[in-house]
Structure formats: structure tokens, C-alpha cells
């Protein structure tokens, strides 16, 4: 049978591709489906037919998944944000488990990557925990569960098809601004932030921009909140140097408990960029501060800074425990943004060098080692993938641990050879991105350290991203474990 487009076909969802979509078999051809979980009997219209695979609408659920929740939210089904909110969230934590795993074993060529994963640590009530019983899951305690958790929010600015002002989220795969007014993930501050703007536009008739004609001035607002210190920042950002009526908007804002800085963000670019790369302080300071355990961070605008604040905590304990630091080594953190692992490593290593390619996260870095009193900490500009080799070949630097933490598309290829050469005893790879995860474990593995544990770690409820720590070992030292295990 060839599957038609228009056409109707009922199907059951067998399994959740890589961006949580649901995936079903018509005729064993794989069909994609927004909003379906594993489990579902739908009736599904094809909207798109490829060589091998096609695209497809789910028109009614027949038989319900038992793992399928109701979305709480409002704006689920347009709103590109969230795209496991139908499935209930012991079943994400599985799906990312086993998303890791699959990783792992199909693009990073370990055998049976299970035997070295820990369980994946999810956030739950006091109430959920105890019903939580599924030993692939760890139970962290948070008080509002999995909801509520980003201290940043980035909502795009703009004018919807009748032209009025809108603040919201991109729908997916498309700049559409679906106006989401209150937002389940977020912290609750930032939707009386963004009223606030609502307000300030309207009353003064504020021009937004519109991206297909690179015109008018407000393009996003972004928010950040340090939880553990209550600071708020909020940035607009323009397409333009000055914000009319700047004063107004900031007596709108100066009131709100715990506004501690308002800025602008200067971008000019006709980019997908959210952020330009000049800011502009209009009231308080150019930084928020916040905890992540007991050491203090200031946190600048253009600085990257963990989104879920509860969870990065038992993220960075696990890339302490894996570093199994004694006091005495020499620790290197590539990608150490404003220094937040340098700084949890710095307390039980003998040296931390940080590197980063943001100049102002580094200057935090520095400031931040300055405010926790941490003298062993020294931090170098530049790309992991230029300044490791450099400081390698010319300075003879040499390190026990190295702790990575790339972005998505994982560490350039320089960066693992240089880091092979050093012959650390051992490496943490801190990974928002399992496939490229693999793709290094699979080089670190060829270049001689071995897969010796990993654990992901929730950090994005809700959407279908997963964070993941790995300790890779130097073979001879993870054979002597080995054969110490065996005595
Ligand atoms: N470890 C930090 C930051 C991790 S995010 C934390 O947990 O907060 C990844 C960081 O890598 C970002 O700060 C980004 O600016 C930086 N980065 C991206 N490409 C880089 C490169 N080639 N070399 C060094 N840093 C890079």
C-alpha cells in the first residue's frame, strides 16, 4: 500500500522519535506524529509523504495510551516549548533514560550501555516520590515538582496576523508568536513581567519588531530569576540604542520584590540571535547574583547560567563525585561559562583552569572564584579547541581530571585529540546532547579511556531534551579498579 496524502489510516504509536514525536508503522512505513505517545490507537491523516518515512496528524486518539496525561497547560498543543506535556512524567523519564542508552549503544558503539547507567534523576513532590517506583528513576525532592523550574525565560516580542502586540513562544518549527499569558515552566514572576510589558507597549505605544521586515524596536524580553536569592534581571531586547519612555518602564518594573537590574540588549542583526552582543544597564545592577549549593554566582546577561537551578545542583554533585577528586589534582573545565563546575571542583582540587569563550562569563568566573574567596581557580578567553593545545604544546600543562560541559554540537574534534594526548586519568563529560555525547564517548574510546558510568539527570520537564553525566577512565586505571574489585 503507498501511503497517500489527505488520506486517513488508524495506527498505534509503538515509539517517541528523537524530538518526542510519536512514531507508529502503516505497512511498515514509519510515520511521525506531533502530540502522540507509545500506546496510542489514533486516527492519524498523512501530511506529508517521504521515500521512507511520512508525517502525520493525529485527528482523534481512539484508544489512550495508559501513560497519556492531560495537558496542564492551555497553550500545549500550538506552543513549540513543551512537547512531552501529554506524557505523564514517569514516562519521560524512561523515554530520556532510554534515549541516552540508545545513544550510546547505536552511535557510541558500547554494547550494553544499561550495565553502566545510573538511574535518572527527576524532580517530584514529597507526595509524587512516594509513588514513584521504577528503578530506573531517582526521586529528587523539589517543592513545586516538575513545574516551575527555568530562572530564564526568552519570550519573542512581536505583532500577531491582526496585528495586535504579543508576548508568548514561538510555535513550533515556525515564528508564529502563540501568546502564552501564563507559563507552566517558568518561573511565576516572569508572567507579571511580561503583563507589565503588555501594559508599557500599549500605553505608549511602543513599535515591535517584525522580522521579515527587519523593522520596529522590541524583539524579546528576557527574565532571570536566582532562585535561591529571590534577584530578578529583566532585559529588553531592541532593535535600536534607546527605549522610549525608558523611565516609565522602569518605575513599572523597580517595584516588583526582588528587581535588582534592568537592562536593554542592543541587536541590530537581522538574526535568529536572540541576543546582541552590547547591553545597557537602565536601573540597578548589570548582574543578578545567585546559589548553586553553597557557592555564590553573579550572573551577567550575555553569561550562560543552568536554566533549572534545583536539578543543575545534583548535576554538578554527580560531576564531583565522577571527577573523585582527593585535593591534589589538576583539574581543567572546558566550557566552564562563569565558572559554576571550576568553582564546585575548585573546593576539592589542588588547581582548576577554566576555559571559555565568552569574555564576559569569564570575567564573572573571575569575579565569582574572588566572591567565594577561591584562590585556585585561573580562567583563560578563548575556544577549548585553540587554548587547550596551545597551553598543552607550549606550557607543558597536564591535568588528572578534565571536565567538559559543550554545547549541543559537542567538543570540536582538536579538544579530544589534545585531550588524549594529556592522558588525564580521567574525564567528565557533562552532555546536553546525547548523540554528540556518543559520538565523543565513541573518540575518547578509540584515543583509550573507557565508558564507566553515566547518569542523566532531568533538567528540561517537559520538553525532550536530557542531560547527562559520563566518567570515562583511562583503561589501565579502570583495569586496576577492576582487578582491585576481583582481589
Ligand atoms: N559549564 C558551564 C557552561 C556550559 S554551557 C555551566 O554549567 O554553567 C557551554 C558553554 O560553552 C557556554 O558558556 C558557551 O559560551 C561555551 N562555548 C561554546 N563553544 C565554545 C568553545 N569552542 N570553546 C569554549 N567555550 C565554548
Redesign the pocket.
Known amino acids: 500500500m503507498n501511503l497517500e496524502k489527505n488520506q486517513e489510516y488508524e495506527m498505534t504509536i509503538k515509539d517517541l522519535g528523537n524530538e518526542g514525536e510519536g512514531i507508529g508503522h502503516i505497512d511498515g512505513m514509519a510515520v511521525f506524529v506531533k502530540d502522540t505517545v507509545p500506546g496510542d490507537v489514533i486516527r492519524v491523516r498523512i501530511v506529508k509523504v517521504r521515500k521512507h518515512f511520512a508525517f502525520g496528524r493525529a485527528m482523534a486518539v481512539l484508544v489512550p495510551s495508559p501513560d497519556r496525561v492531560e495537558p496542564l497547560c492551555p497553550w500545549a498543543k500550538r506552543c513549540g516549548g513543551c512537547s512531552l506535556q501529554h506524557l505523564s512524567y514517569e514516562a519521560q523519564l524512561v523515554y530520556k533514560w532510554n534515549k541516552v542508552k540508545n545513544c550510546l549503544e547505536r552511535i557510541g558503539g558500547i554494547l550494553d550501555a544499561a550495565a553502566y547507567m545510573e538511574p535518572i534523576i527527576g524532580m517530584f513532590t514529597e507526595e509524587e516520590r512516594r509513588r514513584v517506583d521504577n528503578p530506573l528513576i531517582f526521586a529528587n525532592v523539589c517543592e513545586k515538582g516538575h513545574w516551575h523550574y527555568r530562572n530564564k525565560a526568552q519570550f519573542p516580542v512581536g505583532y500577531d496576523r491582526e496585528g495586535n502586540p504579543v508576548t508568548g513562544f514561538y510555535a513550533s518549527r515556525s515564528h508564529d508568536i502563540v501568546p502564552v499569558i501564563s507559563c507552566g515552566i517558568q518561573a511565576e514572576i516572569s508572567d507579571e513581567i511580561n503583563g507589565k510589558l503588555q501594559q508599557f507597549i500599549c500605553r505608549y505605544q511602543i513599535s515591535l519588531y517584525d522580522e521579515a521586515k527587519h523593522q520596529g524596536l522590541v524583539r524579546h524580553i528576557l527574565t532571570r530569576v536566582g532562585f535561591a536569592t529571590g534577584e530578578i534581571m529583566v532585559c529588553l531586547v531592541i532593535n535600536g540604542e534607546e527605549l522610549p519612555h525608558e523611565k516609565e518602564w522602569v518605575e513599572k518594573l523597580k517595584t516588583i520584590p526582588g528587581m535588582t537590574s534592568i537592562c536593554l540588549n542592543i541587536n541590530k542583526e537581522k538574526t535568529n540571535r536572540i541576543l546582541g552582543d552590547r547591553c545597557k544597564t537602565l536601573w540597578g545592577q548589570d548582574y543578578i547574583t545567585d546559589y548553586i549549593g553553597d557557592i555564590k554566582y553573579r550572573i551577567s546577561p550575555l ?4 536554566v533549572n537551578p534545583l536539578q ?1 545542583e545534583k548535576l554538578y554533585e554527580k560531576a564531583l563525585a565522577y571527577a573523585g577528586l582527593t585535593g591534589k589534582e589538576t583539574v581543567w ?6 565558572g ?2 571550576s568553582l564546585f571542583l575548585a573546593k576539592q582540587a589542588k588547581q582548576v583552569y577554566g ?4 569574555p564576559e ?1 569569564i570575567a564573572d568566573a573571575e569575579h565569582n572564584a574572588r566572591l567565594n574567596g577561591i584562590e585556585n581557580t585561573r580562567f583563560f578567553v ?4 585553540e587554548v587547550l593545545p596551545e597551553e598543552y604544546e607550549k606550557n607543558s600543562v597536564y591535568a588528572e581530571v578534565i571536565v567538559v ?3 549541543r554540537k559537542g567538543c ?1 574534534k582538536v579538544a579530544i585529540d589534545t585531550m588524549i594526548k594529556m592522558q588525564p586519568k580521567r574525564i567528565v563529560y ?1 552532555s546536553c546532547d546525547p548523540a554528540t555525547l556518543a559520538r565523543d564517548v565513541k573518540l575518547l574510546g578509540e584515543g583509550g579511556y573507557e565508558l564507566t558510568k553515566v547518569c542523566p539527570v532531568d533538567q528540561f520537564p517537559l520538553g525532550f531534551h536530557v542531560e547527562t553525566v559520563v566518567l570515562m577512565l583511562k583503561k589501565e586505571v579502570a583495569g586496576k579498579m577492576f582487578r582491585q574489585l576481583m582481589l
Open positions: 553569561s550562560f547560567y543552568q543543575t573545565d572546558l566550557y566552564c561559562g562563569i559554576t563546575i576555559v571559555e569563550v565568552v562569563a578563548g575556544k577549548a579547541e560541559d559543550p554545547p570540536d557533562v
